[in-house]
């Protein structure tokens, strides 16, 4: 166990709906990071937040936006849901040093995200 | 897209044996990292070799890199039923502005018989 949880665990939308995942960091980590994992693909980068700010994306378009709480942990909210948002949505969380490296990143067990 | 690229994308083999992944990648990296996933579930961490070293250990685990060839390769000795899983390698590289990503790539299917 990581001590990473997310919630919920499993989701089943429509097009065109709205969604809010949640992410609680380990213990003493500060940096949070989303995923995206396709069926069958390895996770892509969506985001990272730190200190309660975005500070690096991936290849995601706007409608993909997160928020970082005091206590660290996250939300992912995605908006106009489309057929192709179905994955498996992974949190990770790790601890930025004062140099900058953030190296292990543990991962939370995930939300699946089904769009009908 | 994908910068770390595994090969095989599956593998089989019996209990005991020896199991080898091998990963490729792109660009510069700050260090690579392994993980197992099973079944569609969260990923777990298993090694992180920095990109100034050559070989690590963690029990049954060997890695290696060769950042002139931009390849690295997981060795499981001994591999038990419990190995079943799916193995990533993900590169840490910079994001932009001050954020650090793993690009992962699309992962060996290891089937260990018992």
């Known amino acids: 166990e990581t001590g990473v949880t997310q919630s919920p665990t499993h989701l089943i939308k429509t097009r065109g709906q709205q969604v809010t995942l949640r992410c609680s960091s380990q213990s003493g980590h500060n940096t949070v990071s989303w995923y995206q994992q396709a069926l069958g693909q390895g996770p892509q980068f969506i985001f990272q937040?730190?200190?309660?700010?975005?500070?690096g994306r991936g290849n995601f378009p706007p409608r993909f936006s997160g928020l970082q709480f005091p206590n660290y942990s996250s939300e992912l909210n995605v908006n106009a849901l489309e057929l192709d948002d179905s994955a498996l949505y992974l949190c990770?969380?790790?601890?930025?040093?004062?140099?900058?490296?953030?190296?292990?990143?543990?991962f939370g067990p995930g939300t699946r995200l089904t769009v009908l | 897209s994908q910068q770390g690229e595994e090969d095989p994308q599956a593998l089989s083999i019996q209990e005991g044996e020896n199991a080898t992944m091998n990963c490729s990648y792109k660009?510069?990296?700050?260090?690579l990292q392994w993980y197992r996933q099973n079944s569609g579930r969260g990923l777990v961490h298993l090694i992180l070799i920095r990109s100034n070293e050559r070989e690590k250990h963690s029990g049954r685990l060997r890695v290696t890199l060769d950042t002139s060839k931009k390849s690295s390769s997981l060795l499981i000795t001994a591999s038990r039923a419990a190995d079943t899983a799916s193995y990533f390698c993900a590169t840490d590289a910079w994001a932009g502005g001050s954020a650090r990503q793993l690009t992962f790539g699309s992962g060996t299917q290891l089937t260990v018989l018992p």
């Open positions: 937040y730190y200190r309660e700010e975005e500070n």
């Open positions: 990770a969380s790790s601890s930025r040093q004062w140099s900058g490296n953030t190296d292990t990143q543990y």
């Open positions: 660009t510069s990296i700050n260090n």
